[in-house]
């Protein structure tokens, strides 16, 4: 019985070889079919093409990306910027010790990364470095003036909120939420209301623009981010696009020093509204604040705000006006008010900027708050700045030559002279990449 189930299982054996003998034949016929395309296929390809489809393969190949390192950078991007300015009194009178003029020279660099994490979510951190001697004596102490007498920033408004040295500027986190028809868009982290309320086209940049900080920062605000206390602000930050174009922007933060965050801070609310003249960009922005920071002798806030309106009245002529003014007891200046405009005048440099402004800022008497107690001699202090904005190697290198013009600067005490009017000249080299 062993012996006959033997054979038969020799006799299956023997048969599935035979039956498998073929199949084998078979698939190997096939393969060598495939191999033998494959190899017409590679003979017929030009190295470009090769190449071609080996990066086709890597974009669509996410671990390959990622074991390259390629992937992460592809979502950083890099700004980089650099500054150097120099700045003098002209006629200025003797002090005590038969120094008859100031200067100032200084450098500063930025450089901003941006992350995108998601379609979404962004990441960004700012860093900047600036170094300099900042004269003590007018013109060029920044507490001399009305735009300087609270944030320390003045004639000079690159002086920046955050010191000398490598600091931080702005880093936090950006988020894009669907909130009903719109996106509502939010921040977090160190930022600076300076940038985000009162903006205006043509009187927004010290880098650029106007160097005297009145152009560039109401001095009717007591901004959270100060020269005199740097590396002391945070906020929350927001907007939705309003609209059927989404032409119009509502904005709004909450600021305050990282320290007592939720307690006694500053709101702000801006309404954006972008229109179009004779097919030429506006701007009407509307904002308004609520200071519970600077408190007065009872403990009271105020409430400020103001507005700004920029357009392009020619292709060749832009106009500014920016007025802010304030309910409080606390801020020595109690309305500011900006006008000025911004010409093209060469028809061969097209890109170069001759700006003209004129500023006016009314001062009061304070004797309450952090400020108090302050006097004046004058209630208003006038200033005419002019600057000439040359763009070379396609505006990543701009010249500019400027001067000012003071009229009864606030000068509060100490100082070292007293004069009616201050007059400077500057000139300042700015490459950005």
């Given at each position: 019985m062993?012996?006959q189930?033997?054979?038969?299982?020799l006799?299956?054996?023997a048969?599935?070889?035979?039956?498998?003998t073929p199949?084998a034949a078979d698939?190997t016929a096939?393969?060598?079919?495939?191999?033998k395309?494959?190899?017409?296929r590679?003979?017929n390809?030009t190295?470009?093409g090769?190449?071609?489809e080996?990066?086709?393969?890597l974009?669509?190949?996410?671990a390959s990306?990622n074991?390259?390192g390629g992937?992460?950078?592809d979502?950083?991007?890099v700004?980089?910027?650099?500054?150097?300015?120099g700045?003098?009194s002209?006629?200025?009178g003797?002090d005590?010790t038969g120094t008859?003029?100031?200067h100032?020279?200084?450098?500063?660099?930025?450089?901003d990364f941006?992350?995108n994490?998601?379609e979404n979510?962004?990441?960004?951190?700012?860093?900047t470095?600036?170094?300099?001697?900042?004269?003590?004596g007018?013109?060029?102490?920044q507490?001399?003036?009305?735009?300087g007498l609270?944030?320390?920033i003045?004639t000079?408004?690159?002086t920046?909120?955050?010191?000398?040295?490598l600091?931080?500027?702005e880093?936090?986190?950006?988020?894009?939420?669907?909130?009903?028809?719109?996106?509502l868009?939010?921040q977090v982290?160190?930022?600076d209301?300076r940038?985000r309320f009162?903006?205006?086209a043509y009187?927004?940049?010290?880098?650029t623009?106007f160097?005297?900080?009145?152009?560039?920062?109401?001095?009717?605000?007591l901004?959270?981010s100060?020269a005199?206390n740097?590396?002391?602000?945070?906020g929350?930050?927001?907007?939705?696009?309003l609209?059927?174009?989404k032409n119009?922007?509502?904005?709004?933060?909450?600021f305050?020093a990282?320290?007592?965050?939720?307690?006694?801070?500053?709101?702000?609310?801006?309404?954006?509204?972008?229109r179009?003249?004779?097919g030429r960009?506006?701007?009407i922005?509307?904002?308004?604040t609520?200071?519970k920071m600077?408190l007065?002798?009872?403990?009271?806030?105020?409430?400020?705000?103001g507005?700004?309106?920029d357009?392009?009245?020619t292709?060749?002529?832009?106009?500014?006006?920016r007025?802010?003014?304030?309910?409080?007891?606390?801020?020595?200046?109690?309305l500011?008010?900006v006008?000025g405009?911004?010409?093209?005048?060469?028809?061969?440099?097209?890109?170069?900027?001759?700006?003209?402004?004129?500023?006016?800022?009314?001062l009061?008497?304070?004797?309450?708050?952090?400020f108090?107690?302050?006097?004046f001699?004058?209630?208003t202090?006038l200033t005419?700045?002019?600057?000439?904005?040359r763009?070379e190697?396609?505006?990543?290198?701009q010249?500019?030559?400027?001067?000012?013009?003071i009229?009864?600067?606030?000068?509060?005490t100490?100082?070292?002279?007293?004069?009616d009017?201050i007059f400077?000249?500057?000139?300042?080299?700015f490459?950005?990449?």
């Amino acid at each position: 019985m062993h012996r006959q189930i033997s054979l038969f299982a020799l006799a299956l054996l023997a048969m599935g070889l035979f039956l498998a003998t073929p199949a084998a034949a078979d698939d190997t016929a096939a393969l060598r079919e495939e191999v033998k395309q494959l190899q017409e296929r590679l003979d017929n390809m030009t190295q470009s093409g090769l190449d071609q489809e080996v990066e086709d393969y890597l974009a669509s190949n996410q671990a390959s990306q990622n074991a390259q390192g390629g992937s992460r950078w592809d979502d950083v991007t890099v700004h980089f910027r650099f500054l150097a300015q120099g700045v003098a009194s002209v006629g200025y009178g003797e002090d005590a010790t038969g120094t008859s003029n100031d200067h100032d020279v200084q450098g500063l660099a930025d450089l901003d990364f941006d992350f995108n994490i998601t379609e979404n979510l962004r990441g960004f951190i700012y860093l900047t470095t600036r170094s300099g001697n900042r004269a003590t004596g007018l013109p060029l102490g920044q507490g001399t003036t009305a735009a300087g007498l609270t944030d320390g920033i003045g004639t000079d408004g690159n002086t920046g909120v955050t010191g000398t040295g490598l600091a931080v500027y702005e880093t936090g986190l950006e988020h894009a939420m669907a909130l009903g028809s719109t996106t509502l868009h939010w921040q977090v982290g160190k930022l600076d209301p300076r940038t985000r309320f009162g903006q205006n086209a043509y009187a927004d940049s010290a880098h650029t623009q106007f160097m005297n900080n009145g152009f560039t920062d109401s001095s009717a605000i007591l901004w959270t981010s100060t020269a005199t206390n740097p590396n002391q602000y945070a906020g929350m930050f927001g907007w939705i696009e309003l609209g059927a174009n989404k032409n119009m922007t509502l904005a709004f933060g909450w600021f305050n020093a990282t320290g007592q965050f939720f307690n006694n801070g500053q709101f702000y609310i801006q309404l954006h509204i972008a229109r179009e003249s004779n097919g030429r960009p506006m701007n009407i922005r509307i904002f308004g604040t609520y200071d519970k920071m600077n408190l007065d002798a009872s403990g009271d806030g105020y409430a400020g705000g103001g507005v700004s309106f920029d357009m392009k009245a020619t292709d060749t002529l832009g106009v500014f006006v920016r007025v802010v003014a304030n309910g409080s007891d606390v801020n020595p200046v109690d309305l500011d008010a900006v006008v000025g405009v911004a010409w093209n005048v060469s028809s061969s440099r097209p890109d170069d900027v001759l700006g003209i402004g004129v500023g006016w800022a009314s001062l009061q008497n304070v004797t309450q708050g952090s400020f108090a107690p302050l006097a004046f001699g004058e209630d208003t202090e006038l200033t005419v700045e002019v600057y000439y904005n040359r763009m070379e190697e396609g505006g990543k290198l701009q010249i500019t030559p400027f001067l000012q013009f003071i009229s009864d600067p606030a000068q509060t005490t100490p100082v070292r002279r007293s004069e009616d009017s201050i007059f400077l000249l500057g000139l300042r080299i700015f490459v950005h990449f």
